[in-house]
C-alpha cells in the first residue's frame, strides 16, 4: 500500500515505464547501428567500414551530391517561400485564402506521388514532354538534378512559408514605424529592423528543410537515377540481393546521421545567438494592393498553389487512364488499373489500412500520455522523454529502418519479417507529430481543472481520465488523424523493413513505379489519397476540428 | 504495448484470411510471387478456368524479400509455392524445396530443369539490346555486344548493376565468359550503371539512354504498347539465357493443391497465354513463339550457352570485379 501512496505513483512509474519503452524501441537500436558501425565480420572493434566508403569515390561523390543538393533546395525553399509568406502577411488580394490549403497539401500528397506525378508530367514521355516535343521544343530530361531540385522544392518550400509567415505575424508593426519615423527610407527599414529579426525564423526552417533533403529517400530513388545520393546508396548497400554489408550500411547510416546532427547543432547556435526578445505586438495591417500589382500577387500565389495541387489532379487522371502494359494511352479512359488493383492486387490496400490501425492506436496512446507526462507531470526524466520522444524526427527513414532491422532479426525479440515491424516502423517514426499535437492543446488546458477534481477526492488516475481525457477529446482525434495520415504515407523506413506479403500502398507504388506500370501505380495512388483525405473530411465536417490550426 | 505490438497484426491478417478461406470451401495455395499483377492475374485466370476449384492467395514481393520470408518460416510454412526466381537465386535456397516430378515434366527440356526435381523452369529471360531508335542521333544502331567497347558509345548505354538483379547478374557473368575481363572492363567503362532492371528498360524507353541492355519480354512490352521508336536487337554474337523457375515449398501446409496448382502452371494452356499476354518466352518446346507474337523462337536465334550452376558459385568474384571496373572508370 505504501508503494501506491508514495509519490511515485502513478505518474513516476509511467514515466519510467514509457522511457523503457522508447528506449528500448529508439535508442536500442540506434545504439546498435553505431556498433555495427565499429565491428568487423569477427565482431573486434575496427574502423575499416568508413575507410572502405572514405576510399569509395562513389560515397564521396553521393556525399557531395547531397550536400549540393541540399543547399540548392534549401536556398530555392527559402527563394519562394518568404515572399510567399511576406506577400500573404502584409498585403490583401484576390483569392488570397486560396492560400490556407497549402500546410494541407504538404501532409496530405504523399512524397511519392508528388514524384510519380511529375515523372507523369515532365518525365521522357510525358505529357508535357511529349506535347512540347511535338512542337519542336525538346525540354531537358527530368531525371537527375532538374527533377530533384524542381520536386524537392516544390514539396519542402511550405515549411519555411509556415515558419516565417508565423514569425510575421507575431512582429510588431511599432518596430517598423519607428525605423520610419526616424526618417530612414522604406526599404533600409525592412532591411535593418525587419530583416534581423525574421533572419532565426528563417535560418532555423532552412535548416530544418537541408536535414529532410539529406534524409530523402522518395524523391531521390525516383527521380536521381544518374546522381548517387547519400540516402539511395545507403538504401541500395542495404536491399543487395545476396546481403549487404551490415558494417557498410551502418557506417554509411552513421555519417548521415552526422550531417543532421552538424546541422540541428548550427540550428541551435543561431537560435541562441540571434535571439531578439521583443514583446508581442500588434501586426500591420495587410494592404490592399492595387489593380496591377493584385493581378501579379494572385498570379504569382496562385501558379505556387497550383503546382502544388497538381500531382493530386494527375493521379486521379493516370489512375482513370488506358494502358498497354508500361505504356499510357493519355485521353482513352478506362477502369482497369482501378478494377485491378482491388480485383487482383488488393494486399496493399488491406495492409496500409490494418498496420495503419494500429499504429495510429498505439501512437495516440502513447502520445496522450506522453504529451501529459511531459507537460503537466514534471519531473527529473520528463525533459528525457520529450528529447527521446522527437528523436526519430531528426533520423531519416532509411537510417531508422535499417536500426530496426538489425536489432530486430535476432535475439529474444525477433520481428523482422513480421507484420509488427510495419507498425513498430510507422509508430517509431509518426510519433513526434501525435505528441507535438497533444502537447500543443494541453499547454493551454489550466492545471486547475484537474486540482479541483483532486482535491475532490478523485485519485488521479481517475481524474486523468475523468476529466482530462474529455477535455483532451478534440486535440485526441486531431493527433490520431494527424498521425493516420502521416503513417498511411510512410516509404523510407518501410521499403526497408517489408518482406513480402508486407506491401502497403505506398511499397506497391514504388514497386509499380520501379516496374514501369505508372498506369497501376497511380491507382494505389489514388486509392491511398482516398483513404488519407476521407478521415480528414470527416473530422472537419463531423466533428469540426480544425486540424491544421496549428500546423 | 509489446503484446499488442506483436500480436494484434496477425490476428487481424488470420481473421481476415480465415474469412476469405471459409468463403472458398474448396482446396487453398498460398503463392508466393515476385511476377507482376498482370501476369498474375493473367495466370489466375487461366487456373479458374482449369480448376474452378482452386483457391490461390497470393502474397507479392521481389524474388529476394520472398526467399527471405520462405527462410524465415522454414519451421512453420505458411507460401505452399514460390513463382518464380532465377536459376541462380533458386540454387542458394535448395533446402527449402520439396522435389516434385510433374508429369508435364516431359515437355521441358533438360537444360530448364532444377537439380533432383527440386525446381523447374517455367519461363525463361532473353538479354538483348534494347534500343530506342529517336535517341540514337547518328549513331548506327548497335548489332553485337561487343560494339558497346568502343568509345563512341561512352554514356550512351544503361546497363544494371549485377548485384541489384538476377538477369543483369547472367548478362554481366555471360560478357566475362565471352569477352573476357579486358572486355568486361570496356563495357563496364562506357556503361551508365543503374540500380534496378526497371530503370534500365524503363529509362531506354523514355529516351533517357538511347539503348538499354535488358530483358527481352520487358522490351517487348513498349513495342507492344504501339512505341514505335524501340527495337529489339538480338546480338550477332549470342544472346544469354536466364531461365526463371517455381518450386514447391518444403513442409507446404497445402501441398496436393500446391502440386495441382504446380502442374497448371507448367501447362501448355497456361505458358501460352503468358507468352500472349506478357511475352513471358514458355520454356516448354511445343509452344511455337514465332506464330503467337512477332518474337522469333528460340531456336532462331543465337544462343551462348552459360552454366548457370557456375554463374551463382561465382557471385562474389563476379561482382567485386564488376564493381572494380566501374571504379577504374570514374
Keep these: 500500500m505504501s508503494f501506491i501512496k508514495s509519490k511515485w505513483w502513478p505518474w513516476g512509474v509511467l514515466t519510467v515505464l514509457s522511457l523503457i519503452i522508447l528506449g528500448f524501441f529508439i535508442l536500442y537500436p540506434l545504439g546498435v547501428l553505431f556498433s555495427n558501425s565499429v565491428r568487423d565480420e569477427s565482431g573486434a572493434l575496427s574502423l575499416a567500414g568508413f575507410a572502405q566508403l572514405l576510399d569509395n569515390s562513389m560515397f564521396l561523390q553521393a556525399v557531395r551530391n547531397t550536400l549540393v543538393l541540399g543547399t540548392s533546395v534549401t536556398v530555392l525553399s527559402v527563394g519562394i517561400g518568404v515572399p510567399l509568406a511576406y506577400m500573404v502577411a502584409r498585403y490583401e488580394f484576390p483569392l488570397k485564402n486560396l492560400v490556407a490549403i497549402l500546410p494541407v497539401v504538404t501532409i496530405v500528397i504523399p512524397e511519392v506521388i508528388v514524384g510519380q506525378s511529375w515523372l507523369l508530367i515532365l518525365g521522357n514521355n510525358g505529357l508535357l514532354t511529349n506535347f512540347m516535343e511535338q512542337i519542336g521544343i525538346e525540354l531537358p530530361s527530368f531525371y537527375g538534378w532538374t527533377g530533384l531540385i524542381f520536386s524537392m522544392t516544390l514539396v519542402y518550400y511550405t515549411y519555411i512559408y509556415l515558419g516565417v509567415l508565423a514569425a510575421l505575424r507575431g512582429f510588431d508593426g511599432q518596430l517598423e514605424e519607428a525605423g520610419l519615423s526616424l526618417g530612414d527610407p522604406p526599404l533600409t527599414t525592412k532591411l535593418r529592423v525587419l530583416a534581423p529579426l525574421m533572419l532565426p525564423a528563417v535560418a532555423v526552417n532552412a535548416l530544418v528543410v537541408f536535414s529532410l533533403v539529406v534524409g530523402n529517400f522518395v524523391l531521390a530513388t525516383l527521380l536521381g537515377s544518374r546522381v548517387p545520393l547519400l540516402s539511395v546508396m545507403t538504401y541500395n548497400e542495404f536491399v543487395n540481393e545476396m546481403g549487404g554489408s551490415p558494417l557498410l550500411q551502418s557506417a554509411m547510416s552513421v555519417i548521415s546521421i552526422t550531417i543532421v546532427g552538424i546541422v540541428l547543432f548550427l540550428q541551435k547556435r543561431v537560435v541562441e545567438r540571434k535571439l531578439y526578445t521583443m514583446t508581442p505586438g500588434r501586426a500591420p495591417n495587410a494592404v490592399r494592393v492595387k489593380s496591377g500589382a493584385a493581378l501579379m500577387f494572385t498570379g504569382c500565389v496562385g501558379f505556387i498553389i497550383f503546382l502544388s495541387l497538381l500531382p493530386l489532379f494527375i493521379v486521379f487522371v493516370a489512375a482513370f487512364t488506358e494502358t498497354s502494359g508500361p505504356v499510357m494511352k493519355w485521353g482513352v479512359w478506362s477502369l482497369s488499373s482501378m478494377t485491378r488493383i482491388f480485383r487482383s492486387a488488393p494486399e496493399p490496400v488491406f495492409n496500409s489500412l490494418i498496420f495503419a490501425s494500429i499504429a495510429t492506436l498505439i501512437g495516440v496512446i502513447f502520445a496522450v500520455l506522453a504529451s501529459y507526462l511531459i507537460i503537466k507531470k514534471r519531473n527529473g526524466l520528463t525533459q528525457t522523454l520529450d528529447y527521446i520522444v522527437v528523436l526519430p524526427l531528426t533520423i531519416s527513414g532509411t537510417v531508422m529502418g535499417i536500426a530496426l532491422v538489425q536489432t530486430f532479426n535476432t535475439g529474444w525479440l525477433v520481428l523482422a519479417g513480421t507484420s509488427s515491424i510495419m507498425v513498430l516502423c510507422y509508430a517509431v517514426r509518426r510519433l513526434p507529430f501525435a505528441v507535438r499535437n497533444a502537447s500543443s492543446t494541453l499547454f493551454n488546458i489550466p492545471d486547475s481543472i484537474e486540482e479541483a477534481s483532486i482535491s475532490l477526492g478523485v485519485s488521479p488516475l481517475m481524474s486523468f481520465f475523468k476529466v482530462m481525457l474529455p477535455v483532451m477529446k478534440a486535440s485526441i482525434i486531431s493527433a490520431g488523424i494527424l498521425m493516420w495520415v502521416t503513417t498511411i504515407a510512410e516509404l523510407a523506413a518501410t521499403i526497408v523493413v517489408y518482406t513480402g506479403g508486407l506491401e502497403t500502398m505506398p511499397i506497391a507504388i514504388f514497386r509499380q513505379i520501379d516496374g514501369g506500370r505508372l498506369g497501376m501505380a497511380s491507382a494505389y495512388g489514388a486509392a491511398m489519397i482516398t483513404v488519407i483525405l476521407a478521415p480528414i473530411i470527416i473530422s472537419i465536417k463531423l466533428f469540426r476540428i480544425n486540424l491544421f490550426s496549428n500546423a | ?330
Excluded at chain 2, 191 to 214: D, F, I, N, Q, W
Excluded at chain 2, 249 to 274: D, H, P, T
Excluded at chain 2, 282 to 309: C, G, M, N
Design chain 2, 1 to 330: 504495448m509489446k503484446m499488442k505490438l506483436k500480436f494484434l497484426p496477425q490476428i487481424a491478417a488470420t481473421l481476415m484470411f480465415s474469412a476469405m478461406a471459409t468463403l472458398a470451401s474448396a482446396q487453398t495455395v498460398v503463392l508466393y510471387s515476385s511476377n507482376n499483377t498482370e501476369t498474375i492475374e493473367a495466370a489466375l485466370n487461366v487456373t479458374k478456368k482449369k480448376n474452378a476449384s482452386l483457391n490461390v492467395q497470393q502474397v507479392t514481393g521481389g524474388t529476394g524479400a520472398l526467399m527471405k520470408r520462405i527462410q524465415a518460416e522454414a519451421q512453420n510454412p505458411r507460401g505452399d509455392i514460390l513463382w518464380s526466381g532465377g536459376f541462380g537465386t533458386l540454387g542458394a535456397y535448395k533446402e527449402y524445396m520439396e522435389p516434385y516430378k510433374s508429369p508435364d515434366l516431359a515437355a521441358i527440356p533438360e537444360e530448364f530443369r532444377g537439380p533432383d526435381n527440386l525446381w523447374v523452369g517455367t519461363n525463361v529471360h532473353l538479354m538483348v539490346i534494347m534500343v530506342n531508335e529517336k535517341q540514337l542521333k547518328g549513331l548506327p544502331v548497335p548489332t553485337t555486344w561487343s560494339d558497346f567497347m568502343k568509345p563512341e558509345w561512352k554514356g550512351k548505354f544503361a546497363i544494371t548493376d549485377p548485384s541489384k538483379s538476377a538477369t543483369a547478374y547472367l548478362l554481366v557473368y555471360g560478357l566475362l565468359k565471352q569477352f573476357g575481363r579486358d572486355g568486361l572492363e570496356k563495357i563496364a567503362a562506357n556503361a551508365v550503371v543503374t540500380s534496378s532492371s526497371g530503370t534500365t528498360y524503363k529509362g531506354t524507353a523514355m529516351g533517357e539512354y538511347p539503348v538499354g541492355l535488358t530483358i527481352e519480354y520487358a522490351a517487348q512490352e513498349y513495342v507492344a504498347g504501339g512505341q514505335k521508336e524501340i527495337r529489339l536487337v538480338y546480338p550477332g554474337e549470342g544472346s544469354y539465357l536466364a531461365p526463371e523457375g517455381m518450386f514447391i515449398v518444403k513442409g507446404a501446409k497445402n501441398a496436393e493443391a500446391a502440386r495441382a496448382f504446380y502442374n497448371i502452371l507448367l501447362s501448355r494452356e497456361m505458358q501460352q497465354e503468358l507468352l500472349v499476354k506478357s511475352f513471358r518466352r514458355p520454356v516448354r518446346s511445343d509452344i511455337e513463339v514465332s506464330k503467337l507474337t512477332p518474337l522469333p523462337d528460340l531456336k532462331s536465334v543465337k544462343i551462348f550457352p552459360l552454366d548457370q550452376a557456375a554463374a551463382s558459385e561465382e557471385y562474389e568474384q563476379l561482382v567485386s570485379l564488376w564493381n572494380l571496373a566501374v571504379n577504374k572508370a570514374k
